[in-house]
C-alpha cells in the first residue's frame, strides 16, 4: 500500500480509469496542461494528450452539454468544474437532460458521465467558491451524487461513478485534498454506489456524517468516549443519493439516539432528510429527539469568519451530550 492524499488518489483514480478504457475522457476549465486549479489532473495531459484531456472554454454549460452528447454516443466523459459553485450553469444540461434521458428513451439510452467539482468551505475562499449545495442534486431524481470523505474511498468511488451508466455528481470537499494521508491498495478498488459505511463501532448514540464533516465527527465521537464513557458509533453516509437508509435504521435502533452532521445549510439540507428517514422507520427506537448539526441559512462567511459556520467537534459533542441527557 502506498500514502497519499486525497488529491493524489483522485489522481491516481483517473490514471487508472484512462489506462484501463479508452472511452474515458477528462474535460473542463484548466484540466490540461495547466493540470488544474487543485492539481488532480497532473499529468494526465502529458500521459493522454489533447485528444482526450480537453481544455474547455469558460462555460459550464457548454462543458455540460457537451459531454453528455458524447456520452450518449460511447463515451465516459469525466468533467471538471473549477469550483462548485459555478456548477449552477451546468444545471439546466444535468436536470433538464442527463438525469432523464433513461426515463425518457424508456431505458434504450443512458447518461454515463461524472461532474467533478470541489466543494465545501474550509480553505478561506472568496464569494462563490465555499458552497455545499449537495442537496439540490440530491432533489434530482435521475442523479447519483457521492462524495468522499478519505483517499482510500475517494479512489474508489471514482471508479464506481465513472463505470456507472447512469449520470454521477462527485462533490470533492477541497478542505481535506490535502488536510491527511491514507493507505491506498495498489489494486484498483470500488465501493458499492449507495451503500454507507460504519466507521467506527457504538452502541450509545449514533452520530451520522459525509464528507470533512466526518473528521470531526469522529474527533467528537473520540471526546465522548474519553470524557463521557459514551461509545459513539460514526456513520460515513458517502453516497448522499440514494441514500443508505438501511444501515442508519438498523444502528438507530441498536443505540436509540442520533446526530446529524453537514456543513450544508441548515433548511431542506441532507439532515432533515435522515431525520424523515429514521422517524418513518425508527421512530418508536428513540429515546430523544434527533438533533442536527449544520451549516447555518446563510452565505457561507469570508476568511477569518468561516470557521465559526463550519460543524467543529464543539459544537457535534455538545449536540450529543444534549441528546444523550434527554
Do not use: W
Request: proline share 6%.
Amino acid at each position: 500500500m502506498a500514502q497519499m492524499n486525497m488529491a493524489k488518489a483522485i489522481n491516481l483514480a483517473l490514471f487508472e480509469a484512462m489506462e484501463r478504457d479508452d472511452k474515458v475522457i477528462v474535460m473542463g476549465e484548466d484540466v490540461g496542461p495547466d493540470e488544474g486549479v487543485f492539481r488532480i489532473t497532473e499529468g494526465l495531459y502529458h500521459k493522454f494528450g489533447d485528444k482526450r484531456v480537453l481544455d474547455t472554454p469558460l462555460a459550464e454549460s457548454g462543458i455540460m452539454g457537451t459531454a453528455i452528447g458524447m456520452a450518449i454516443y460511447g463515451l465516459r466523459p469525466v468533467c471538471e468544474m473549477q469550483f462548485s459553485g459555478f456548477d449552477y450553469y451546468a444545471f439546466h444540461q444535468l436536470e433538464c437532460h442527463a438525469s432523464r434521458f433513461r426515463n425518457r428513451t424508456r431505458g434504450r439510452v443512458t447518461v454515463p458521465v461524472v461532474m467533478r467539482a470541489p466543494y465545501g468551505g474550509g480553505i478561506r475562499a472568496l464569494e462563490h467558491h465555499s458552497e455545499s449545495r449537495e442537496a439540490i442534486y440530491a432533489h434530482t431524481p435521475g442523479l447519483k451524487v457521492v462524495i468522499p470523505s478519505g483517499p482510500r474511498n475517494a479512489r474508489a468511488l471514482l471508479h464506481s461513478a465513472i463505470q456507472d451508466p447512469d449520470p454521477v455528481i462527485y462533490y470533492e470537499p477541497k478542505a481535506i485534498y490535502r488536510l491527511f494521508k491514507e493507505d491506498v491498495p495498489e489494486a484498483m478498488e470500488t465501493l458499492p454506489i449507495g451503500q454507507a459505511q460504519v466507521v467506527r463501532k457504538g452502541k450509545d448514540i449514533t452520530l451520522i456524517s459525509y464528507g470533512a464533516s466526518l473528521r470531526p465527527t469522529l474527533e467528537a465521537a473520540e471526546l465522548l468516549e474519553e470524557e463521557d464513557g459514551v461509545q459513539a458509533e460514526v456513520i460515513d453516509l458517502l453516497t448522499i443519493s440514494p441514500m443508505d437508509a438501511t444501515l442508519i435504521i438498523e444502528s438507530v435502533k441498536k443505540t436509540g439516539r442520533a446526530v446529524v452532521v453537514h456543513e450544508g445549510p441548515r433548511t431542506c439540507g441532507l439532515g432533515a432528510e435522515v431525520v424523515a428517514r429514521i422517524n418513518e422507520a425508527a421512530l418508536l427506537y428513540l429515546e430523544a429527539p434527533i438533533k442536527r448539526v449544520t451549516g447555518f441559512d446563510v452565505p457561507i462567511p469570508y476568511f477569518s469568519k468561516e470557521r465559526f459556520f463550519l460543524p467543529d467537534p464543539e459544537r457535534v459533542l455538545a449536540a450529543s451530550r444534549e441528546t444523550l441527557s434527554f
